[in-house]
């Protein structure tokens, strides 16, 4: 064997060497190249969509910018076509071009109604603030959910899971801006316990590493983070439960238990550790049903992240910014789905030989 | 005599089928009723199309304004009270019923509709149609559906249900593409379909004969949730203040109240009703959708 491969060509080893490592790690290279493809059709599908917008905006565009710098209109349209990324006159192939130009420029897109304004700089402020309430309440809601969801698999006959059942029928039927809509009410607008708006309170502490800033935090992220914990701790509850009901059937729970260890014992240490593993998938389904969830409930919470942006920008027919805002989420969407997809083959490696 | 025979053996025939057709669906509707999951959320679900078609007729709505009468409390005459404009809230409910069942109606057929046949396709195909079907269901299902239900509701001018249930109905087949395809694809291993490969049958055939029959339980229970969703899309769409044709709709409804001010509490009181309702309906479907579950595929029961 050690002779054949040393009597190879140089060249040819390398070939098979590369051969032999993309071989071993093809899921990976698979799931890359899936997610590439996908972002590119989401793309091309994106485009389509901004070509459904009417094209007077360019035009009131134009003659904004007319207005503003005293230029003829013909210059005006042209530099509003190319501030804007899109120009409804051009056949689709040149406005493809342009638009992906743009995209790899790193332009998502520029307001048309407010001047300094683009998907860029919106993104840069404010999807600090979505991904702090979306990763707090994801991660709250997971520990609550695989707590619960472990103890209630073990007793399936008891009341907990009774209750349990209970929460994730309610929690799963309404819709989770109307739970939003019902903690504002009650907690905002009657008890007056916490702020019906924005993300901290501008008046009294600064943005800043200090201990004001980050309470005010806290103080305004808590009724956003409490109604997305509430709908996707059911979630959780379910897939955990469900998940913990195949591994009990395992016959190494079987010999734990005649061995005589403690439901607790295996609880921990037998049923949780292997029931985690097919719900790392589900962090990649929650991030995107969070992520665009966000639009109607930070427009509930009047909460200044990305999701109010989109909700906002869309009514104001901002439409230049919102394709750009909406790519962006999907990027990060596929992103999310792509490192869990990487990340559980290492984690989980019956996945790969499978 | 011939043609008598003929005749009196048809008729006979004819019986036959219809009494093995009323004993079938009396076994039907046994095992349908069988679950109180099923009876509970299916009854409620009746309730509300019996509201939405005779409730109209009994309680008629009427939009003029009576200023005289604004925000008054509930009493006999005005069950859920009067908004800010006089209006009573309880028919204002009775009239938006029917505008919501109708767009989770509309959008749950053509979301089934779309995901089934994609999914059956690109099941029982495989191959390059397979890819190019995946392909596309990733693109939907990465993309967040609510911003795009948002813009789409923007751009395209919403007047009848039926637009709306298009746009909602676009970005939601994806999620059933995928499961009708896993299911298909097992199913496509399994020896009747096999033997009716070796027997030369047609695609066609196969597909709708033999396929969709086998996944048509599946396929019940995701027409309901399928509803649901469509009611928690288009009840969102109105709240931001999108698609408004229909002011009595119950998003419609709960958006006014919220523009008004919650600072109100008065406000508070009308948006609650519309609320409740949509609260009970969601329940109401779900139930249904779990108890169908238990009843259609007995093997998971266990859960």
Request: glycine share 8%; hydrophobic share 50%; aromatic share 12%.
């Amino acid at each position: 064997m050690q002779a054949t491969t040393a009597a190879r060509p140089r060249g040819k080893r390398f070939l098979a060497a590369l051969g032999a490592f993309f071989q071993k790690y093809s899921y990976f290279f698979a799931k890359i190249g899936i997610s590439v493809l996908t972002l590119a059709l989401s793309v091309i599908a994106l485009f389509f969509l901004l070509r459904m917008i009417p094209g007077d905006i360019v035009e009131l565009y134009a003659l904004k910018l007319q207005n503003q710098q005293g230029i003829t209109f013909d210059r005006a349209y042209e530099l509003a076509a190319q501030l804007l990324n899109y120009d409804p006159n051009e056949n689709v192939f040149q406005a493809f071009v342009r638009y992906i130009g743009g995209l790899f420029r790193g332009e998502l897109g520029t307001s048309y109604l407010e001047t300094g304004v683009s998907a860029n700089s919106l993104i840069a402020t404010r999807l600090p603030w979505t991904l702090f309430i979306s990763s707090v309440s994801l991660f709250l809601s997971f520990f609550i959910g695989i707590a619960v969801g472990g103890y209630v698999a073990q007793k399936r006959n008891g009341v907990a899971n009774k209750v349990a059942s209970g929460f994730i029928a309610v929690s799963g039927s309404v819709p989770d801006y109307l739970v939003a809509l019902l903690l504002v009410i009650v907690f905002a607008y009657q008890l007056k316990w916490f702020p019906a708006q924005n993300n901290y309170d501008a008046f009294s502490v600064t943005p800043g590493f200090n201990l004001p800033f980050i309470g005010s935090v806290l103080y305004y992220a808590f009724l956003p983070i409490l109604s997305y914990t509430i709908v996707q701790t059911g979630n959780w509850i379910l897939h955990m439960r469900g998940s913990c009901i195949g591994v009990l059937g395992e016959d190494y729970i079987l010999a734990a238990r005649a061995r005589g260890l403690s439901e607790r014992t295996i609880r921990t240490k037998y049923m949780k550790k292997n029931a985690l593993l097919p719900l790392i998938t589900q962090f990649g389904v929650s991030f995107g049903a969070l992520f665009g969830g966000a639009t109607l409930m930070e427009s509930i919470f009047n909460y200044p992240g990305i999701g109010l942006e989109i909700s906002n920008r869309i009514i104001s027919k901002d439409y230049m910014v919102v394709q750009g805002l909406i790519f962006f989420s999907a990027a990060m969407v596929i992103l999310v789905n792509l490192v869990v997809d990487l990340i559980y083959p290492l984690v989980d490696p019956r996945v790969r030989k499978g | 005599m011939n043609r008598t025979t003929t005749i009196r053996s048809g008729a006979a025939a004819a019986g036959r089928f219809f009494r093995e057709l009323g004993c079938s669906l009396a076994r039907g509707c046994r095992k349908f009723f069988s679950n109180t999951k099923t009876i509970v959320g299916f009854s409620i679900i009746v309730f509300f199309i019996l509201v939405a078609v005779f409730g109209p007729l009994i309680f008629p709505y009427d939009p003029s304004t009576d200023m005289a009468n604004a925000y008054l409390m509930p009493s006999w005459e005005h069950p859920f009270g009067t908004d800010w404009l006089g209006r009573d809230v309880f028919r204002q409910v009775i009239a938006g019923t029917g505008s919501v069942l109708e767009v989770a109606f509309y959008s749950a057929v053509f979301t089934v509709v779309i995901g089934t046949v994609l999914g059956i396709v690109s099941g029982y195909l495989g191959g390059w149609v397979d890819k190019v079907i995946m392909a596309v269901t990733n693109i939907f299902l990465s993309i967040p559906s609510f911003p795009i239900y948002l813009l789409l509701a923007a751009i395209v001018t919403i007047n009848t249900p039926v637009s709306l249930a298009v746009i909602i109905s676009i970005w939601s087949w994806a999620g059933l593409c995928r499961a009708v395809r896993v299911q298909i694809m097992s199913l496509k291993e399994r020896d009747f379909i096999q033997i009716c490969t070796v027997m030369h049958m047609s695609k066609a055939h196969i597909i709708f004969k033999e396929l969709l029959p086998n996944v048509f339980s599946y396929v019940a229970i995701n027409f309901v949730m399928a509803m649901r969703n469509a009611i928690m899309a288009s009840v969102g769409i109105m709240l931001v203040g999108l698609a408004a044709y229909d002011p009595t709709n119950w998003g419609a409804i709960i958006n006014a109240a919220r523009t008004k001010g919650l600072m109100n509490v008065k406000n508070i009181y009308i948006l609650l009703y519309p609320l409740v309702c949509i609260i009970i309906f969601q329940i109401s479907t779900l139930l249904l959708a779990n108890g169908l579950d238990e009843t259609l595929n007995p093997r998971l029961k266990v859960m």
